[in-house]
């Protein structure tokens, strides 16, 4: 398997709210292009997370609630389930289908140690795209998306929470990665069309 990480500041990329395309439609737009182009399988930690908080009868669902809800990172073992189980139905569907880029995972120590030791031999990681955007510019579009989201964590008291979070526990990954040369950095305070446009040059690079 290859493995292409994708690590925003804040656990998230959202899109300023004077521009016309959405968060999803970013984020529809790097899945398609890993997909038609390269080849990738686009996995998002959170999206599996929530759609295993809303399955009826999820023995995870209120847990993982209670952590999404207090910007926590929820607890490893059930991020790497989710993760492998839905790597595992991609390849057995299609056992073309190997290259994946998974969206907001590993966020902290724990996370990094329970993704070496379920997929170490079995999972390389190529390289890590990493947006970076202040915080101030993180919580503006946070609270933009909020209006319309639905989200439980799209209060600023949460998102402070969650930068704090990222700051004592996602960055240290980043710099980690950093230093074995695997990061691929996208200013993502600026426009749609300028991330975007890095990605691509990014993707074109690594393949």
């Not at 395309?21 to 997370?49: F, I, P």
């Not at 993760?83 to 991609?90: E, N, V, W, Y």
């Not at 329970?114 to 915080?135: E, I, P, Q």
């Not at 503006?140 to 909020?146: P, Q, S, T, V």
């Amino acid at each position: 398997m290859q493995v292409a990480i994708l690590l925003k500041t804040d656990a998230k990329f959202e899109i300023p709210p004077k521009c016309l395309y959405t968060e999803a439609a970013l984020t529809t737009s790097l899945a398609l292009l890993g997909t038609k182009k390269y080849g990738y399988t686009h996995l998002s930690a959170g999206d599996l997370l929530r759609d295993e908080r809303k399955r009826p009868g999820s023995q995870y669902g209120e847990l993982i609630e209670n952590y999404i809800k207090e910007g926590e990172i929820v607890p490893v073992e059930i991020t790497i389930s989710l993760l492998k189980r839905a790597m595992d139905q991609t390849m057995a569907a299609n056992a073309q289908k190997y290259k994946f880029l998974i969206d907001g995972f590993p966020r902290n120590e724990d996370n990094l140690q329970g993704w070496t030791k379920t997929m170490d031999g079995k999972a390389d990681v190529s390289f890590v795209l990493f947006f970076d955007c202040d915080n101030e510019t993180c919580i503006d579009r946070c609270l933009e998306r909020g209006k319309s989201s639905g989200r439980s964590d799209d209060n600023r008291e949460s998102l402070q929470k969650r930068i704090q979070t990222y700051l004592q526990s996602t960055k240290p990954i980043i710099d980690q990665y950093e230093k074995m040369g695997k990061v691929r950095k996208v200013d993502a305070s600026k426009s749609v069309d300028e991330v975007f446009g890095k990605v691509v040059k990014i993707f074109d690079k690594e393949g």
